[in-house]
């Protein structure tokens, strides 16, 4: 039975400290220096817990070594779960379609999107560029509308540092 709890304990404690790690490097892209400072250190004294509880209990118990490794894997993935809710960016995305650009564009107006068009010249001739800023959040439902009008056109996508003016807030209140 302690065994399983020591385990469990490793597991979730391994959950804990990848999930935070995810975060921290999250903030530390956005340069928020302290938020960074303050995960980390909760971060590493998880990781000095749960990692010392795993090496002194080596002798034939594999159930530490595999929880860690469990609970690693699961932290990675809850980690970046919560580092998208997480995600307030604004993005630029850069869309280039040879041959659909007014529908995408209508389409995108349709739905609420601001958009800026200019010409440009592609590999193969003309081409016409759409960019749109939009919240983070917002490039999934975009993604899918361009994709749905063209399903070779191209997106990129940046984020922004700052930005001021302009309609980049995504969608239009229906």
């Not at 699961?74 to 659909?100: C, H, P, R, W």
């Not at 001739?125 to 509308?145: A, D, E, F, R, Y």
Request: with cysteine; aromatic share 10%.
């Amino acid at each position: 039975m302690q065994i399983l709890l020591w385990s469990l304990t490793v597991f979730f404690g391994r959950i804990a400290d990848v999930s935070l790690g995810t975060i921290r490097i999250n903030f530390i892209v956005r340069h928020k220096k302290i938020f960074a400072a303050l995960v980390g250190f909760v971060e590493v004294t998880i990781f000095i817990f749960v990692i010392s509880r795993v090496i002194t209990n080596l002798n034939g118990n594999i159930y530490g070594v595999l929880a860690y490794g469990a609970g690693f894997s699961a932290g990675t993935i809850i980690g970046m779960f919560i580092s998208e809710k997480l995600n307030k960016d604004i993005i630029s995305v850069n869309i280039i379609s040879k041959d659909k650009s007014s529908e995408i564009e209508n389409k995108l107006r349709q739905e609420g999107f601001g958009a800026t068009c200019y010409e440009g010249i592609g590999r193969d001739g003309p081409v016409k560029v759409i960019n749109v800023i939009c919240n983070h959040s917002h490039i999934p439902k975009l993604s899918k509308m361009v994709l749905e009008q063209d399903p070779n056109s191209f997106l990129n996508t940046y984020m922004l540092g700052s930005q001021k003016g302009g309609y980049f807030y995504g969608m239009k209140k229906k």
